[in-house]
């Protein structure tokens, strides 16, 4: 393949890349916990065309080489932790990490994954889940016949059951 074209090429699959990355990132713009991400890119190897001092005429000699680029290649596909905006939600069970820091869930298959999606329900089994299912770790249970739940700053529930104090 002619270098131009081969260099050209790996320009626009590398733009290529970037366009699905956006694309991505405006597509879940309004999803719950998500982190938008950006690719990275670098060089690809240079051809040493022209030593640098090689004669350029009879007389005269290059002060620098001539270095021909190879080409550019994705290298990563990074996440951008940085704190998004907090939306204020009419369910009791959502909540938001602000600053650093990660929820943990259990997914199906049994391993243990993190998260910084806050849209909490309750699932049938009255277990606190995850919008995607996943339930929160440790276990938190909620009784069929709660009428209250609340969620402190710092992660503790309460739920008031008729008949009783809030526990």
Known sequence: MNQ???IAKTGLEAQQ???STIANNLSNASTSGFKR????F???LYQNVRQVGAQSSQDTQLASGFLLGMGVRTVATEKIFSQGALVQSDNPLDVAIEGQGFLQVLRPDGTMS???DGAFQVNSQGQVVTSSGYAVQPVITIPDNAEGITIGTDGTVSVKVPG???M
Request: zero cysteines.
């Open 164 to 166: 009783q104090t809030q």
């Open 114 to 116: 993190y998260t910084r």
């Open 42 to 44: 670098e060089d690809l």
């Open 17 to 19: 890349n970037k366009m």
């Open 4 to 6: 131009a074209l081969w």
């Open 37 to 40: 991400s950006r690719a990275v």
